[in-house]
């Protein structure tokens, strides 16, 4: 059965540009499988809910599939529950096969547990009712994440090489990732607006950002987090921050054509965010530079969609599941 879908379905095995924040080149998102089967085993956790299936092919044999998908914060606000998908129940699934044949292993697309229902990982977002009256509540990136745009990415030699060898997970090895990726990701962000601070708050391995906006600048021998040091001021409507003195991140970026490009000591990150015209939308631009890794820097935006009625689900790593889609 495994080998007819992917026949049908199969096209390019080009490897498709970042969709996730592991990379995409596990899966094969040119081809497409249908599956249909009892589900054996429901894993609700994070960073990736995980759906086991017994089909059976056209002899009778029996084959276990593992069906990836995005953590429960975004399935929730996508029209799933924990009990969405019942142990014991018939399915149908739609996915993306894993380039490596020999594996039962797939990203979901979606998912018909039966009388109508299909569920889909990520639903489309619905504009707030109200408009914001500034930065500060809640933004949904879910929306822009998919349209994110990003710059040439030019990197050096050095660069290069890292990009083209093994490398580190992130994501797997329970690295939480740093401006720009952290503000690209699919989640919902909190900001708060202080007196002399700006923090925000992301769902994603429960990282807090802290912009201080009181005047000061960068300390000269302050200590390097995987977040940095940030500093904020307005022009106007507009919040300008800037970052330096992030530590060394073996794979730094979930943006296409930086995807697994290190981050060095050298990194500085520009970021600005404003509000669009209707006050629905925030609107940030992104540029990185970061000599040791980069010939020249390189620019990104993004869109966070206001989101006041919805509250944050905020969740850490736990690595023996973050680990599960490299097979370690």
Not at 144 to 157: E, I, L, S, Y
Request: charged share 20%; proline share 8%.
């Amino acid at each position: 059965m495994r080998r007819l879908c992917l026949a049908l379905a199969a096209t390019s095995l080009v490897a498709a540009p970042a969709a996730a924040h592991h990379s995409p080149a596990q899966f094969n998102q040119n081809a497409q499988l249908t599956l249909q089967g009892k589900v054996t085993r429901l894993d609700w956790t994070n960073p990736h809910v995980y759906i086991y299936i017994e089909t059976r092919g056209a002899n009778g044999e029996a084959a276990q599939w593992m069906i990836e998908t995005d953590p429960t914060p975004i399935l929730m606000r996508s029209g799933w529950r924990r009990d969405s998908v019942r142990v014991g129940a018939t399915v149908t699934v739609r996915a993306h096969p894993d380039r490596d044949t020999r594996r039962n292993h797939a990203l979901l697309i979606s998912l018909s547990p039966g009388n109508g229902v299909v569920l889909v990982p990520r639903a489309p977002v619905a504009p707030a009712a109200v408009r914001a009256t500034g930065m500060a509540g809640v933004w949904n990136s879910l929306r822009g994440f998919a349209q994110r745009r990003v710059g040439p990415v030019k990197p050096t030699a050095k660069g290069l090489a890292a990009m083209n060898a093994s490398r580190v997970e992130p994501v797997a090895s329970c690295i939480p990732l740093a401006s720009p990726g952290l503000v690209t990701l699919p989640y919902l962000n909190d900001i708060g607006i202080r007196d002399d601070r700006i923090v925000i708050r992301s769902e994603f391995f429960n990282v807090d950002r802290t912009v201080y906006t009181d005047g000061r600048g960068h300390p000269g021998d302050g200590m390097r987090t995987r977040q940095g040091h940030s500093i904020g001021r307005w022009e106007g409507d507009v919040l300008v921050v800037d970052t330096t003195l992030f530590a060394d991140h073996p794979s730094a970026y979930t943006l296409g054509p930086a995807y697994g490009l290190p981050s060095g000591p050298q990194k500085h990150v520009v970021e600005r965010y404003r509000l669009s015209d209707d006050r629905t939308r925030l609107l940030i631009d992104f540029v990185v530079e970061d000599p040791e890794f980069l010939a020249e820097p390189f620019t990104a935006n993004v869109e966070w969609d206001y989101a006041p009625e919805q509250r944050l689900l905020r969740f850490g790593c736990e690595p023996e599941q973050a680990r599960r889609f490299t097979f370690q």
